[in-house]
């Protein structure tokens, strides 16, 4: 009767291996694929983005600056 079955008994913990394999596998996959860790050319894309962008608002400070009364900055009071 336990002829047949006793090759596997050496074996059995294989399994749990693999499934864990597969999973961690699988998860990984779906943390690429949805965007779970971004690329590091997005991240510099965005990075510059933030420079311009930081630019651009110390231009417009300047240009502010320059003897007009507030008002246009949306400062009602003039200050």
């Not at 006793?6 to 990984?28: C, E, K, R, S, T």
């Amino acid at each position: 009767m336990w002829m047949h079955e006793h090759y596997m008994w050496g074996f059995w913990w294989i399994f749990p291996l693999l499934g864990m394999a597969l999973f961690v596998a699988v998860l990984l996959l779906l943390i690429r694929a949805f965007g779970g860790v971004g690329s590091r050319k997005e991240i510099e894309e965005l990075r510059q983005e933030i420079r311009d962008l930081k630019m651009e608002i110390e231009k417009l400070k300047k240009q502010g600056s320059r003897g007009d009364d507030g008002a246009a900055r949306g400062n009602l009071d003039g200050t």
